[in-house]
Nanobody, 123 residues
Framework: QVQLVESGGGSVQAGGSLRLACASSGYSYRRYWMTWFRQAPGKEREGVAVIYSGGGTTYYADSVKGRFTISQDNAKNTVYLQMNSLKPEDTAMYYC????????????????WGQGTQVTVSS
């Protein structure tokens, strides 16, 4: 019933930009914290940014502060991640997740996940 679908990934050169989108359906998304995670080969899945529309709250991983911006379009039930000044270290599969986490950056705290979209940044 609850569906999350990511899009917008691709390949860019270092310093470039991408905008990811997560379209949601099947639930009232204002009830959930919605988070972007990423996972690179051989690394643990890590939280990138989270937004809670009900409280107007956002948080970011230290590694992306000042470069990434999370936002929502309530009319479209879509969460965005604007990624600027991309670095090779940002290369990963990016996932959208929804839940009511105790700790926003812990993957196990989220119930619903999208399929992921690949971001590759070359030097």
């Amino acid at each position: 019933q609850v569906q999350l679908v990511e899009s917008g990934g691709g390949s860019v050169q270092a310093g470039g930009s991408l905008r990811l989108a997560c379209a949601s359906s099947g639930y009232s998304y204002r009830r959930y914290w919605m988070t972007w995670f990423r996972q690179a080969p051989g690394k643990e899945r890590e939280g990138v940014a989270v937004i809670y529309s009900g409280g107007g709250t956002t948080y970011y991983a230290d590694s992306v502060k000042g470069r990434f911006t999370i936002s929502q379009d309530n009319a479209k039930n879509t969460v965005y991640l604007q990624m600027n000044s991309l670095k090779p270290e940002d290369t990963a599969m990016y996932y959208c997740a929804a839940g009511y986490p105790v700790v926003w950056s812990r993957p196990d705290d989220y119930k619903y996940w999208g399929q992921g979209t690949q971001v590759t940044v070359s030097s």
